[in-house]
C-alpha cells in the first residue's frame, strides 16, 4: 500500500500497449510523487517481435516491454533518452548477419556502422547502461550461435536492438521472460516499474469479425483490414496451423466463436499482479490498439474481481481519439461493454461495468464537442454508470496531450496529490437552470462543452437542472456527454434550482450559467479566471459595461411594450441604488445569471430565494459576511420578450424586496 507520511507516494497502474499511452505515461513519470507501474500483455508477433520469437522459442513478445522502456527512460533524462534510441535502434537492412552480429558484440565502438540513427546515443550512454545493453545482446548472440549456419537469410534485418536484448535478459534468466522483465526494471527501467500481465504463459492471440473474417494471429488482430467489428478475442495454446485456420475461416461467425472459445486458455496471472492492484490509488486503463494491447490482458484469470474488488479509489477508462483500424465501428459504449465482457471471461463471473470504471476522459476532435465513438441518442448503459470527462485532451491527429490527462487523473485523485504536492486542474463546476428551453439548450451546451476549459487548467463540470419542462428540452440535455441532469417539479422558481444544483456539484469554483444562449462561454471563463485571482469575491458578470446604448437595447428587447421597457429600466436602476445604499455593495448587473464564487465563500451563503430574489440575498450574505462583490464585463446578446424572456415585473419586485428586508432583517 502507498506509505504513510512525507516520502508517500500514489500508486498508479496504467494498463497499456506499446505507444498509444506514450505520452501519458511520460507525464506521469516526470511527477517525482507517483510511482507508476506499467501493465502490459506480450501476445504480440509481427515484425522483429515474431522473428525474436522464433528465434528463441518459449519467449514472449518483447515490442511492448521494449516500447514501454524505451518511453520511460526518454522522459528520465539525457543519457535516459540515449538508451532509448538504443533500444529502439534498427539494424540496417542489407547488412550480412555476420557482420551485424561482430557489431552488436562490440556496440560502443560500431553503433554508427550497426544502425541508422547511432547519431549522439555514444556521446550520453551511461557505462552501466552501456554494460547491461551489451551484456544482454551478447547472452542473445551466443545462444543462438550452435544454430547460426540455420538461420534465415536477412533475420537480422530491421532487428529492432532492444527486442534483441530483450532475448538476451529472457536467456540469462533462465528462459523466464517475466523475470527478464524484472531484470530491465532494475538495470535500466528504474523511474518506474513494467509488468507483464500473465505468469508467462505463450498464448496465441487470435479473433472473429463480424463479416465472418478468422484473425490468425496477433497481427492480423492489429493491422489493416475490413471495418466490421471484431467480435470474439480468444488466447489460444498455439497458433492453429494453415488447414485447421482455413477450416475455421469458412464456418459461420457464431461456430467459428464456439470453435475457439472451447479451445480458449485463461492466463494465470503474474504473480506480483495482485499486490500491484491491491496497492493502487488510482487504475487507468490507457488507450492504444484495444483488441492487441488492451482487452486481451483483461483475459487474465481473476484480474476483474481484482480490480472489481477495490473500492473507493478511481478507475479510469481513456478512450482513444480516432478509430484505428481494429475499432471501426465502434463506439464509446461498445468498447466499454467490451472492456466489461473481457473482464467477465477472465474471471468467470458476470462484473458490473461500474465496479471496473468509473470515469471516461473522452476528447473532443474535429471541433465537435463530441468525442469519438459516442453517438446521440444511442448511449448505453455502459457510459452511463461512468462519469465521462469530456475535453480537448489531445489533438487532432489523436495523439493525447499527456499534461492535461496527467494533471485530469491527478485531479480525480485530488486528496492524495494534494497531499504530495503534484500539480492538478482546477475543477470548475457550472450549473445551468432550465425551464422550456428546448430550442435554446442545445446550443448552450455546445458552445459551453467546445471551449478549451483543459487549456485554461480547469476541469469541467456541468449540472443543468431542469425546473418541470414541457417542450422536450430534458431530452436535449440528455444527448450530451458528461453532463448531469437533475430534474425538478414544475414550479420551482430559479433559485431553488441553482440552490439544489450547486448542493449536487463537487468543484472548487462554482459558477451560474443561464441555458437560454444569451450570454458567451467567454464571460463565464473570465469570470473562472478571476475566481482564481480574487477566491474571496463573488464574482458578478456585467451585462451592461460592454454595451454602448443600453436604452436601445432594452427598447429592442421589449418592442412596444412601453410599461415593461420603463419597468426594467428604472426596476433595474432601483436594484443597484438600493444595493448599493443598504449593503454598500454597488452592483451595476445584479440580475445578471453568470454569478460565480469559491467553495469557501459558498459555504457562508445562505442561499436564501426562490426565484429571482435569490440573486439579491447574495449581495445581502455578502454584507452580513465582509464578502466583496467584483464586477466583470461579459459579452450578452439578449433575445426579444416575444421569443421566451421569463423575468417578470413581479420578480424583480421580489428582488427589490429581499434586498430591502435582508438590510434589517437578522437572517
Known amino acids: 500500500m502507498t506509505p504513510e507520511g512525507p516520502g508517500r507516494q500514489i500508486n498508479v497502474v496504467l494498463f497499456s500497449g506499446g505507444r498509444g499511452a506514450a505520452a501519458i505515461t511520460r507525464a506521469l513519470v516526470n511527477q517525482p510523487a507517483v510511482r507508476l507501474t506499467v501493465v502490459v500483455n506480450a501476445y504480440d508477433d509481427g515484425l522483429s517481435t515474431g522473428v525474436a520469437r522464433r528465434l528463441f522459442p518459449g519467449m514472449l513478445g518483447p ?213 500491484v492492484i491491491s496497492g493502487a490509488d488510482l487504475i487507468v486503463y490507457g488507450p492504444g490498439t484495444q483488441h492487441s494491447s488492451l482487452l486481451p490482458s483483461y483475459l487474465t484469470r481473476d484480474l476483474g474481481s481484482m480490480i472489481a474488488d477495490r473500492d473507493g479509489i478511481e478507475k479510469v477508462f481513456v478512450s482513444n481519439l480516432a478509430d484505428d483500424n481494429e475499432i471501426k465501428g465502434e463506439t464509446l459504449d461498445s468498447l466499454l461493454a467490451k472492456v466489461r465482457k473481457h473482464f467477465s471471461i477472465g474471471s468467470g463471473v458476470e462484473l458490473e461495468t461500474a465496479a471496473l470504471v468509473t470515469r471516461v476522459i473522452a476528447g473532443q476532435r474535429d471541433g465537435s464537442i463530441l468525442p469519438w465513438g459516442v453517438r446521440l441518442g444511442s448511449r448505453a448503459d455502459p457510459v452511463e454508470v461512468a462519469r465521462v470527462e469530456l475535453g480537448q485532451w489531445g489533438s487532432e491527429d489523436g495523439g493525447h496531450f499527456g499534461d492535461r490527462v496527467a494533471k485530469g487523473l491527478m485531479t480525480f485523485v485530488s486528496s492524495r496529490a494534494s497531499d504530495v504536492g503534484i500539480g492538478q486542474l482546477t475543477t470548475l463546476s457550472v450549473v445551468m437552470p432550465m425551464l422550456d428551453e428546448v430550442h435554446r439548450v442545445g446550443a448552450a451546451l455546445s458552445g459551453l462543452l467546445g471551449h478549451d476549459w483543459l487549456g485554461a487548467g480547469f476541469a469541467l ?123 454598500k455593495r454597488w452592483v451595476a448587473d445584479p440580475l445578471t445569471s453568470i454569478k460565480g464564487f469559491d467553495r469557501a465563500v459558498l459555504g457562508r451563503l445562505s442561499m436564501g430565494g426562490r426565484g429571482v430574489d435569490w440573486d439579491l440575498q447574495l449581495v445581502v450574505d455578502a454584507r452580513r459576511n465582509g464578502i466583496p462583490v467584483v464586477e466583470i464585463p461579459v459579452d450578452y446578446v439578449p433575445r426579444k420578450y416575444d421569443e421566451g424572456k421569463k423575468i417578470r415585473a413581479s420578480d424583480g419586485a421580489a428582488a427589490l424586496a429581499r434586498v430591502i428586508r435582508g438590510r434589517w432583517s437578522a437572517s
Open 461 to 583: 463540470e456541468v449540472v443543468v437542472v431542469d425546473g418541470g419542462s414541457t417542450d422536450g428540452s430534458p431530452a436535449v440535455v440528455e444527448e450530451f456527454p458528461g453532463v448531469r441532469l437533475v430534474r425538478l417539479p414544475r414550479g420551482t422558481g430559479r433559485g431553488d434550482a441553482v440552490s439544489r444544483g450547486l448542493a449536487e456539484c463537487g468543484g472548487e469554483v462554482l459558477v451560474t450559467f443561464p441555458s437560454d444562449g444569451e450570454y458567451a462561454v467567454s464571460g463565464l471563463a473570465a469570470v473562472a479566471a478571476l475566481l482564481r485571482e480574487r477566491p474571496d469575491a463573488i464574482v458578478f458578470g456585467n451585462r451592461a459595461a460592454l454595451c454602448l446604448d443600453t436604452d436601445s437595447r432594452l427598447r429592442g428587447i421589449y418592442g412596444g411594450r412601453t410599461r415593461a421597457y420603463w419597468t426594467s429600466k428604472y426596476g433595474g436602476m432601483a436594484l443597484s441604488l438600493a444595493c448599493g445604499t443598504l449593503h
Open 63 to 275: 515490442s511492448d516491454i521494449r516500447k514501454n522502456a524505451s518511453t520511460i527512460l526518454g522522459a528520465r533524462d539525457r543519457s535516459g533518452s540515449a538508451v532509448a534510441d538504443l533500444l529502439e535502434a534498427r539494424v540496417r537492412r542489407g547488412l550480412p548477419a555476420d557482420v551485424a552480429a561482430t557489431h552488436l558484440r562490440e556496440l560502443a565502438s560500431h553503433a554508427p556502422d550497426l544502425v541508422d540513427t547511432a547519431g549522439a546515443m555514444a556521446r550520453y550512454l551511461t557505462l552501466g547502461e552501456a554494460r547491461f545493453v551489451q551484456a544482454a545482446l551478447d547472452a542473445a548472440l551466443d545462444d543462438l550461435q550452435p544454430r547460426w549456419n540455420e538461420l534465415p537469410s536477412g533475420w537480422l534485418d530491421g532487428m529492432a536492438v532492444g527486442n534483441l536484448a530483450l532475448a538476451g535478459s529472457y536467456v540469462r534468466a533462465g528462459r523466464d521472460f517475466n523475470a527478464a522483465v524484472a531484470d530491465w526494471n532494475a538495470g535500466l527501467v528504474t523511474t518506474a516499474s513494467i509488468l507483464n500481465v500473465t505468469d508467462g504463459a505463450g498464448l496465441t492471440l487470435v479473433g472473429v469479425k463480424a463479416d465472418g473474417t478468422y484473425l490468425p494471429d496477433e497481427a492480423s488482430v492489429v493491422g489493416t483490414q475490413s471495418d466490421a467489428r471484431v467480435t470474439g478475442l480468444f488466447l489460444l495454446p498455439h497458433a492453429l496451423d494453415d488447414d485447421e485456420a482455413a477450416g475455421v475461416a469458412r464456418l459461420p461467425v457464431e461456430q467459428q466463436m464456439r470453435f475457439l472459445s472451447d479451445r480458449q486458455v485463461i492466463p494465470e496471472p503474474n504473480p506480483l499482479l495482485r499486490d
